[in-house]
């Protein structure tokens, strides 16, 4: 695997490495992270990945401080997964002057995760759409874990005619139901076992649970949820009485800790 750190030595490697698959990250890989990778390989002869932790889709009050990175582990793992080609830039690199374009995206944005993160998605759609030009993919993989993610990047190469495909990768799961994500790390033993619940409850809205009782559910069990809502998949608005193809979505905080997770019903 070659490793890069500079967009120019990035865009010479790229030469070597025609037709990418590539799937951003910001670190602290798991096997959901590799899972994409694998389906990155399905569909593309090279494969690249970034690692960057993403200082614009921080808030203040968020832990991009604490952001687990653990780079020779990583690295470790995506050559286990024939990865071919990682770029790792610093700050400097991806922001060497302070970024006055920012990408502005669509009023959807500003719902579920946005309502709670504010200006979250313009940093996601910021970084993304920088990574793909300096690295130029083919296609690109996200996973369905952060669903409302995968919507904003997908309106976004649609809507600036991006020369890419957007592939979506299905959530991976502990045998227990949790969906593996990198802030799983910060969980105590007794969070780690009650974490779990919050997909328990997405099924008990599949099954025709309201959203306020599943809220209270998990207020009851020790969680601060900011949102159980049904929307949606093709566009994530509120579904009309003839809509059939919907996800749950749900994030809340256990502890510390802000888990999110969804389910396609």
Not at 241 to 251: F, H, N, P, S, Y
Request: aromatic share 8%.
């Amino acid at each position: 695997m070659r490793i890069v750190r500079q967009i120019e030595e990035l865009r010479r490697a790229a030469a070597d490495f025609p037709g990418l698959a590539f799937v951003p990250t910001m670190g602290g890989l798991h096997d959901g992270h590799i899972a994409l990778m694998h389906l990155a390989r399905g569909t593309a002869r090279h494969v690249a990945a970034s690692i960057f932790v993403n200082r614009l889709q921080f808030a203040p009050s968020e832990d991009f401080a604490s952001y687990p990175r653990t780079f020779e582990a990583d690295c470790a793992k995506l050559r286990a997964a024939s990865v071919d080609l990682l770029f790792a830039p610093d700050d400097t690199v991806l922001y060497p002057e302070p970024q006055a374009f920012i990408v502005e995206p669509p009023a959807i944005a500003g719902e579920l995760e946005g309502r709670f993160r504010p200006r979250f998605f313009h940093g996601v759609a910021t970084v993304v759409l920088k990574l793909f030009n300096c690295v130029q993919p083919r296609i690109a993989v996200f996973g369905k874990k952060d669903y409302q993610q995968l919507h904003v990047v997908r309106a976004m190469v649609r809507q600036l005619n991006l020369p890419i495909d957007v592939l979506a990768g299905e959530t991976v799961r502990e045998p227990d139901g949790l969906a593996l994500s990198s802030r799983n790390s910060y969980l105590s033993a007794t969070e780690r076992a009650e974490a779990p619940h919050l997909q328990r409850v997405l099924q008990k809205v599949k099954n025709g649970m309201a959203c306020g009782n599943a809220v209270r559910e998990l207020v009851a069990a020790g969680w601060q949820p900011d949102y159980v809502e049904v929307r949606r998949r093709s566009d994530l608005g509120p579904p009309q009485g003839d809509d059939r193809e919907l996800v749950a979505l749900a994030a809340a905080r256990l502890g510390g800790t802000r888990l999110i997770d969804n389910l396609e019903f």
